[in-house]
C-alpha cells in the first residue's frame, strides 16, 4: 500500500513514479513529486522506484524564484 | 565596553498621526547636507496612483533628482516605504520594505524588496516612506522613535565597522533593554569600497536572542547610502497587532489572513517545506531541469549540485521560527548557528550567518564551480558582513573565473589570485579584497560592466567576447538562473526595468517544464501579467512567496494554475479589507501598471529606457562557446533542423553555433515587439501617450518627457 496524497492506493511490484503518475491518469504536467520527502525531479520520474509504503506528495510547482 | 557617543545634529519633535486604513499620510524627509527634517503630506492622488512602497518611493525619488543627477549625487535619494497592507503580523508574508534610489551600476532607478521589521516600524512611527537625501561627514545614525515621537540626526564617531556588530550596538542602545522594538538599516565597509553595496534591514529574533538580518541587495543601494555618510536608518516601535494599520474591516481582515495562513501551515510541509529549507530546494530542483547556472552560466547542471542542496542545509540550517516578519507562516529566512569561518577577520570564531538562500548558492556555489556548503556559507557570511550584495558578487565572480580560464586575463591582472573555477580558497581572498577596496578585488568590485570596459582598454581582452560572457544587463549583474532554453525568461530578465533580477517575472519553469506559454503572444501576455503582479507587492509591503510558491491542492485544476488565481482573489480580499478600496484581481493588475509604467518613464528620464537598453548578452539567449553547443548538441541540432529548416549534414559546430545566435537573436527582438505592444508601448519600448493617460500618470512633466523623446498622439 502507498498514500498518494493522502489518499491510499495499492502498491505494484516494479512500480516507478512515472508508471504511478500514468496509472492516476492525471492530466496535470507534475514536475516534481515528493516520496518520503525527497524531491523527485520529472527527468527522473521513469527510473525512480516507489516503494512499497511511501508517502507522496504530487508538487503542482509553478514557482520557485 | 565603551558607551556610544550620539551628538544631536537636527532633532524634530512630532506627535505620530493615528494610522488611517494602512496609511499615515505623511512621509519623512532627511536632507543630510542641510541637516533639516521635515514631512510633507500624502494626497490622495498618491494613493490612488502610487499605492504605497515602492510607488511612494519612486514618485519621491522623481521629485528629489533630475536627469542628470549620477547616483553620488547629493540629491540622490534613498526612499524606503513597506505599504498600506505592510506589517499586518497575521497575514504571511506582509512585512516587507521597498527600497528605491538612483543606481551606480546602472545608472538609473533601481528598487529591491527586503523583509526585516523597518518598514512596518517606519510606518507605524508615522511615515509612509522615508526619502534620505544629501550627504555628511562623520558617522551619521538617522533615528526614527515612534514611541517617543522625534527624529534625530545623530553623529556617532566609534561605531563598529563591519554589520553585525554595528546592529547589535545600535539595538543595544536605542532599544533601551526591549530589543524587539528596533529595527537597523545599515551596511558595511565594502559597500564604500565597491559599487555593489547591499543594504542589511534587521530584526530582533527574540528566540535565538540575537539580530537577523535580510538584505535588499541589488544595485548598490548599499553603495549609496556608504557616500552619503550614513551609518545607520534605525526605527523604534512598539507592540504590533492586527489593528495597528487600523484596517477598515477588522473582521473580513482576520478571516482572509487565517484562510492563507493556515493553508501555509497544512500544505508547506507536504510541498517545498520552505519553513524548514527554505529556498534550497531549488537548488535540486534547478540541477535537475538544467536551468542551475554552473561555470558562469555556461552549463545548467553539475553531479556535485546535490551537495550544495536542500538535504545538506536542512541538516546545517538552526531550528526554529525563521520569519522575518512577525506571524509569518512562511517562515523562510533561516540560518546556520556556530559557524566557523576558515578566513577573514572572523577566522576560528563562531559566528551566526542568515542564510544562505538559493540566490546565494547558485551564485556563489554552483555558477563558481564550487560545490562545497560550507565555503559558499562563508561566502554568504562575508557578504553580509561587509554589505555586499551575494548575487552581484557571484555573478561577477563568474565572469572573472571564465576570463582567467580562457586565458582573457591572468594572473598579472589578478595580482597573483589563481581564479579557476572552483577556488575556494582565491574566491574568498578576492571577497576580502572586494570589501577592502584592495587588489585585484577593488576591479571586480566595481561590477561586471565595468570590468569589460577595464578587460579591454587595459588588459587587452576581446571586447565582442566579454559582451557575450558578462552577465549584465543595463549594468545589474544577472541572478542565477539559466535562461538559454526558455524565451519567456530571457524575456523576464532582458525586459525587466531595473536589469536581470527574477522579481519581476520567474517564467522559466512555466515556460520550459510546462509549457504553459507555446505561442508568441502568450509569452508577451505572461510579460505582461506577471511582472504587473509581483510589482503589486512591492506596492503593498508584501512578500510574493505566499502568492505561488505553496500551492492550493486543487490549483492544478483550475483554468490558469500559473496565477494561482485563488490567492490572488484572496490578495483583492486583503487589499480592500484594509483600505476600504474595493479591488477585484483584475485591479490590482491595473494598480501595478500606472507604477509600472512610470517606472519605465523614470528610465527614459535618465537617459535610459528604450529598446537598445533591453539587450542581453547572449550568453542568456544561447550557447556562446562550441563547448556549450556540443553539451546539448542534440537539443540544438534538432532545433536547427526542425524548427529552422537547416540542413546541418556537414557543418561544423562553429557554423551550427553561429547560424542558431542568428535565429536566437532574432527571435528575443521579435518577443520585445510582441511585449512592447501588449504593455502598450511603441517599438521603441516607450510608453504611448493613451497608456499614460490611460494609467492616470499623464502629470504634465511626464507628458512633456514623453513629447520630448517624439511620442505624440
Known amino acids: 500500500m502507498i498514500k498518494v496524497q493522502r489518499k491510499n492506493l ?24 515528493k516520496i518520503g520527502g525527497k524531491i523527485v525531479c520529472q527527468p527522473d520520474f521513469d527510473i525512480t522506484p516507489v516503494p512499497d509504503g511511501s508517502e507522496i506528495f504530487l508538487i503542482p510547482m509553478v514557482a520557485g524564484g | ?47 490612488q496612483v ?21 547616483w553620488d549625487d547629493p540629491e540622490n535619494a534613498i526612499c524606503i516605504g513597506s505599504g498600506p497592507l505592510g506589517g499586518t503580523p497575521a497575514y504571511p508574508g506582509s512585512g516587507k520594505s521597498i527600497v528605491t534610489s538612483l543606481s551606480p551600476t546602472t545608472g538609473s532607478v533601481m528598487d529591491s524588496n527586503v523583509g526585516g521589521y523597518f518598514g512596518p516600524y517606519l510606518k507605524f512611527s508615522g511615515f509612509d516612506a522615508l526619502a534620505v537625501t544629501g550627504k555628511a561627514s562623520g558617522d551619521i545614525v538617522v533615528f526614527v522613535d515612534g514611541i517617543e515621537g522625534v527624529v534625530k540626526i545623530l553623529e556617532m564617531p566609534g561605531l563598529p565597522a563591519e554589520a553585525y556588530d554595528l546592529s547589535n550596538v545600535l539595538t543595544d542602545h536605542f532599544g533601551k533593554g526591549k530589543s524587539k522594538s528596533i529595527s537597523v538599516v545599515s551596511t558595511g565597509p565594502g559597500a564604500a569600497n565597491t559599487l555593489i553595496g547591499c543594504l542589511n534591514f534587521s530584526w530582533f ?21 556608504a557616500n552619503k555618510g550614513l551609518r545607520a536608518l534605525v526605527a523604534r516601535w512598539d507592540s504590533v497587532s492586527m489593528k495597528t494599520n487600523q484596517p477598515d474591516d477588522l473582521d473580513a481582515l482576520k478571516l482572509v489572513a487565517k484562510k492563507h495562513a493556515q493553508e501555509i501551515v497544512a500544505l508547506d510541509p507536504k510541498q517545498n517545506e520552505m519553513s524548514r529549507v527554505g529556498t534550497t530546494h ?104 561587509y554589505g555586499l550584495d551575494t548575487i552581484s558578487v557571484g555573478t561577477a565572480l563568474a565572469f572573472v573565473m571564465e576570463c582567467f580560464e580562457t586565458g582573457l586575463i591572468n594572473r ?58 558578462g552577465m549584465e544587463s543595463k549594468g545589474l549583474e544577472f541572478s542565477e538562473y539559466m535562461t538559454k532554453e526558455s524565451l519567456a525568461q530571457q524575456g523576464g530578465y532582458g525586459l525587466a526595468l531595473k536589469g536581470p533580477q527574477h522579481d519581476e517575472a520567474w517564467l522559466i519553469f512555466l515556460d520550459m517544464v510546462h509549457n504553459f506559454m507555446p505561442t508568441f503572444e502568450q509569452k ?45 482573489e484572496w490578495y483583492a480580499e486583503f487589499f480592500t479589507s484594509v483600505t476600504g478600496r474595493k479591488v477585484s484581481p483584475d485591479d490590482l493588475i491595473t494598480m501595478s501598471e500606472a507604477v509600472y509604467n512610470f517606472q519605465r518613464i523614470f528610465n527614459l528620464r535618465m537617459g535610459f529606457g528604450r529598446r537598445e537598453h533591453d539587450t542581453l548578452p547572449y550568453r542568456a539567449v544561447g550557447p556562446v562557446t562550441n563547448a556549450e553547443y556540443e553539451s546539448r548538441s542534440e537539443r540544438y541540432d534538432k532545433q536547427l533542423s526542425e524548427e529552422h ?21 532574432a527571435r528575443y527582438e521579435k518577443l520585445k515587439d510582441a511585449v512592447y505592444e501588449r504593455r502598450g508601448w511603441t517599438k521603441d519600448g516607450i510608453p504611448t501617450l493613451a497608456t499614460a493617460r490611460r494609467l492616470g500618470i499623464d502629470f504634465p512633466e511626464v507628458i512633456e518627457l514623453l513629447e520630448s523623446h517624439g511620442i505624440q498622439e
Open chain 2, 205 to 225: 529574533d527574540s528566540g535565538r536572542g540575537r539580530v537577523r538580518y535580510k538584505q535588499a541587495g541589488r544595485g548598490g543601494i548599499g553603495t549609496v547610502f
Open chain 2, 282 to 385: 531549488i537548488v535540486d530542483i534547478m540541477n535537475a531541469y538544467d536551468c542551475l547556472p554552473v561555470h558562469n552560466f555556461q552549463y545548467g547542471n553539475h553531479p556535485q549540485a546535490l551537495n550544495l542542496g536542500q538535504e545538506t542545509y536542512r541538516r546545517l540550517f538552526d531550528k526554529g521560527f525563521d520569519g522575518c516578519w512577525i506571524g509569518c507562516t512562511v517562515a523562510c529566512a533561516h540560518g546556520i548557528k556556530d559557524f566557523v569561518p576558515m578566513t577573514g577577520p572572523y577566522r576560528g570564531k563562531k559566528v551566526f550567518v542568515d542564510g544562505p538562500e538559493y540566490e546565494t548558492i547558485a551564485g556563489c556555489g554552483s555558477n563558481l564551480g564550487i560545490f562545497d556548503p560550507f565555503t559558499v556559507t562563508e561566502i554568504n557570511f562575508y557578504c553580509d558582513t
Open chain 2, 524 to 568: 508577451a501576455e505572461a510579460l505582461h501579467w506577471f511582472p504587473m503582479f509581483r510589482t503589486w507587492f512591492g506596492l503593498c509591503g508584501l512578500c510574493k512567496l505566499p502568492w505561488n510558491d505553496i500551492v492550493p491542492e486543487d490549483n492544478k485544476d483550475t483554468r490558469e494554475p500559473a496565477k494561482v488565481m485563488k490567492h490572488v
Open chain 2, 645 to 665: 529548416g537547416v540542413d546541418i549534414s556537414g557543418k561544423s559546430t562553429d557554423e551550427k553555433v553561429a547560424l542558431l545566435r542568428t535565429f536566437r537573436e
Open chain 2, 412 to 469: 598579472t591582472h589578478t595580482q597573483g589570485l589563481d581564479l579557476h573555477f572552483g577556488n575556494r580558497i582565491a574566491a574568498l581572498e578576492c571577497l576580502h579584497q572586494m570589501a577592502a577596496g584592495e587588489g585585484f578585488g577593488a576591479v571586480v568590485g566595481r561590477g561586471i560592466r565595468k570590468m569589460k570596459e577595464i578587460f579591454a582598454r587595459d588588459y587587452g581582452a576581446d571586447p565582442a567576447v566579454l559582451q557575450d560572457i
Open chain 2, 50 to 70: 502610487f499605492v504605497g512602497g515602492k510607488g511612494f518611493d519612486l514618485w519621491l525619488l522623481w521629485q528629489a533628482v533630475n536627469p542628470s543627477t549620477r
Open chain 1, 10 to 33: 495499492p502498491w505494484k511490484e516494479g512500480m516507478t513514479v512515472a508508471s504511478l503518475l500514468e496509472e492516476l491518469g492525471d492530466p496535470y504536467p507534475y514536475a516534481v513529486v
Open chain 2, 1 to 47: 565596553m565603551t558607551p556610544l557617543q550620539a551628538k544631536e545634529i537636527a532633532t524634530l519633535n512630532y506627535t505620530p498621526p493615528e494610522i488611517q486604513k494602512g496609511y499615515t499620510g505623511q512621509t519623512l524627509h532627511v536632507d543630510l547636507s542641510d541637516r533639516t527634517i521635515s514631512f510633507k503630506p500624502v494626497t490622495e492622488q498618491m494613493k
